[in-house]
């Protein structure tokens, strides 16, 4: 099957065949290349392919070839292979992760077959359980992507001097209800729509699934904002904005009411596109959220030259607030950062009470997790905000 194919990339031709082979063996149709350019240029032909590379090579290093593959925005499997020491190995893993790059494996050479053969096998196992170009087009067609929706809830404190909440809006979340797999998470299929570049498809999928829900709302008088992610490439794509404000424009849905949301890490790959699509976004009347703060490595220095209005801090570390000294004074001063740069700050992932108490001690605008409600299919949240009763105006715009 064409999802079984393997690229492996050595410059030494010994040892390139021989991984080959154990690859073959293992039930890989396998391709050995000596050369980067010849190995890119297969790659561009057939992203699909699974990759085994080496590090050190005389005409280009495997990390510039990682880079370029991130460039190529490849998401396959990539098992990574050197003689040099497991550090040089890991720090490879890490470089290649915060690229977005899959590492499935990294080998210690000299690999020996048995070694070798079982990151194979495992590497075959999973490989064929993703899904296909066709079969993400086919699951588009057929409508199957479904937004489930979370509440988000301003932090606020009650008469009696505790902590109270009142919902203010939803964030979609993809599910993929596939008629062969169940359901699927987005953190299977997200990263597959990229690397099989239906990223403009998806986008306006999801955009108009989106605006069918803002429809309904209108038409029961749910004053809810609705967030929606969008992924790196979506942030390049210049004719972005001009799209979903068309699509908006068609409905009769007020933009103010869409909060966009892009992670820092998706901002600053190409941060001069990002401006422009970003800036565009919000000339058109969309709200922009930053995502999974504090998981990056940009600086707010760096962020704070985009038109974000708030800042939704990454769950891993609201989770960690209760056990831990230190995340608790960095949960802290990114909830003032953003203040004093003029954001609304979310927390999301909140699961306890004790911890929404933190929150509300240091000023936290909004909240976001199981705490208040899992991601609910889109009937089931409506009921939930009309439970909730929300009073005031919480239509959607951000304090
Ligand atoms: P995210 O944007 O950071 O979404 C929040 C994730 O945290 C969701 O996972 C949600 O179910 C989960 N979550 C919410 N509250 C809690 C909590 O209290 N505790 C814990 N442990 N988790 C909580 P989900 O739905 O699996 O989504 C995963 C990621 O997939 C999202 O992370 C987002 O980056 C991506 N994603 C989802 N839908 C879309 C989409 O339509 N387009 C794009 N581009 N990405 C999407
Ligand atoms: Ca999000
Ligand atoms: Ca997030």
């Keep these: 099957m064409a999802e ?72 396959r499997p990539i098992l990574i292979m050197s003689g040099m020491d497991r550090k040089v190995l890991e720090a490879a893993r890490h470089f290649a992760r915060i690229n977005e790059l899959p590492v499935s494996d990294i080998i210690s050479k000299p690999a020996r077959v048995e070694e070798l053969r079982q990151v194979f096998q495992k590497l075959h196992g999973s490989s064929h359980l993703l899904p296909t170009r066709a079969e993400l087009v ?9 937004l489930h929706l979370q509440p988000k809830v301003r932090i606020v404190g009650d008469a009696g001097g505790g902590v109270s909440y009142i919902p203010c809006g939803f964030e979609g979340l993809m599910r993929w209800q596939s008629s062969n797999r169940g359901l699927v998470s987005p953190d299977i299929f997200i990263p597959l729509v990229s690397t099989m570049r239906l990223n403009a498809e998806f986008a306006d999928y999801l955009f108009d699934s989106a605006l069918v829900i803002l429809e309904n709302w209108q038409r029961s008088g749910v004053a809810a904002s609705l967030a929606i992610n969008l992924s790196a490439p979506d942030v390049e794509d210049l004719g972005l904005a001009d799209r979903l404000w068309q699509r908006c424009a068609g409905t009769g849905v007020d933009p103010a009411r869409v909060i966009i949301e892009i992670t820092e890490t998706a901002a600053m790959r190409y941060p001069e596109q990002a401006l422009d699509v970003l800036t565009r976004l919000r000339l058109r009347g969309f709200q922009l959220s930053l995502d999974d703060f504090g998981t990056g490595y940009s600086s707010l220095v760096q962020l704070q030259r985009l038109p974000f209005v708030e800042l939704k801090i990454d769950r891993s570390l609201v989770s960690d607030c209760l056990g831990s000294e230190h995340t608790r004074i960095i949960v802290k001063a990114i909830i003032d950062l953003g203040h004093n740069l003029g954001l609304t700050v979310v927390a999301e992932g909140v699961e306890d009470e004790a911890t929404l108490r933190l929150l509300h001690g240091w000023s936290c605008d909004l909240g976001q997790g199981y705490f208040f409600a899992r991601p609910l299919p889109p009937d089931q949240a409506e009921a939930w905000w009309l439970q909730h009763n929300p009073v005031g105006d919480c239509s959607g715009r951000l304090a």
């Excluded at 690859?23 to 240029?41: C, Q, V």
């Excluded at 790659?43 to 392919?49: K, L, R």
């Excluded at 085994?52 to 290093?61: K, S, T």
């Design 4 to 75: 079984h194919k393997i690229f492996v990339l050595d410059d030494e031709p010994d040892i390139g065949n021989y991984v080959a082979q154990v690859a073959t063996l293992s039930g890989f149709e396998s391709s050995y290349f000596s050369e980067p350019g010849a190995f890119l240029a297969a790659i561009e032909a057939f992203p699909e392919a699974c990759v085994a590379i080496d590090l050190q090579m005389p005409a280009m290093d495997g990390i510039e070839v990682l880079r370029r593959l991130s460039a190529l925005r490849f998401r």
């Design 138 to 146: 086919e699951a588009m067609q057929r409508r199957e992507f479904v």
